[in-house]
């Protein structure tokens, strides 16, 4: 039921109490299959589409990683730094002011609620945070937010955690999605993931997402990574 889902302050606490391991480029986003593959793949893509931005937006930074591989590619750029968690971005201000010399902004509240501004942003980044979105009504109007946040021309990148639509092929993503786990560390592991999935968790499959961006406007969608039950992908508002 909907209704026993974790509040957002449960799933904050749980973050605050995991920056460490969120610090580290090869184990932030270990619950991810190739989450550090994704992370470059969608660095490289917004380079490629947006290699004039000036502005990015990361939502749901964490220890602030997606910036870090942002600016690796694109120095000294201006960053908004968006998180629940106020430990992690202290820590992501903390990394990312080291790594530029543009601005580094923090904006600590819910993506849900935050009014981020229309043509703000050249490139915004969303790592493993939109699948906490809960009914249609909210997926549609957080990336009809995001949509209007960009700058024509500017390109939204998400890595996420995605269902498929059919129940079967569901279940063989799980399957494989469990071995994976239970490979990386154990069966323990993967049970504790498998339980604050079902918690927290309410992921939409790719092409309902990718269905959604061109619905509020993206003129351009790609996938850029798929592995069972992840996927990075992205869309590009077209310059008027």
């Given amino acids: 039921m909907m209704s026993q889902r974790s509040t957002v302050e449960q799933i904050r606490a749980r973050f605050d109490a995991d920056v460490e391991r969120f610090s580290k480029r090869e184990t932030g986003q270990t619950a991810l299959m190739d989450a550090v593959l994704a992370l470059d793949l969608i660095a490289d893509a917004a380079l490629a589409v947006t290699p004039n931005a000036t502005d990015i937006l990361d939502i749901g930074c964490g220890a602030g990683n997606f910036s870090l591989a942002l600016l690796e590619r694109l120095p000294n750029r201006n960053v908004t730094l968006n998180d629940l968690s106020e430990p992690m971005l202290t820590r992501a201000s903390e990394r990312v002011s080291a790594a530029t010399t543009g601005s580094v902004l923090i904006a600590r509240i819910d993506i849900r609620e935050w009014e981020t501004g229309d043509g703000a942003f050249d490139i915004i980044v969303a790592g493993s945070v939109l699948h906490h979105l809960r009914t249609d009504s909210e ?71 990718l269905d959604l961006l061109r619905r509020v406007g993206f003129a351009q969608v790609e996938i850029l990574h798929k592995n069972a039950v992840s996927a990075a992908f992205g869309g590009v508002k077209a310059v008027f």
């Avoid at 063989?172 to 993967?190: H, I, K, P, T």
């Fill in 139 to 209: 997926w549609e109007a957080v990336f009809a937010k995001l949509f209007a946040a960009l700058r024509p021309g500017g390109s939204l990148w998400v890595s996420d955690l995605v269902e498929s639509s059919h129940p079967g092929v569901q279940a063989q993503m799980w399957d494989r999605y469990g071995s994976y786990l239970a490979g990386l560390n154990g069966e323990a592991y993967r049970d504790k993931v498998f339980a604050y999935i079902a918690k927290e968790d309410t992921p939409r499959p790719l092409w309902y997402q």
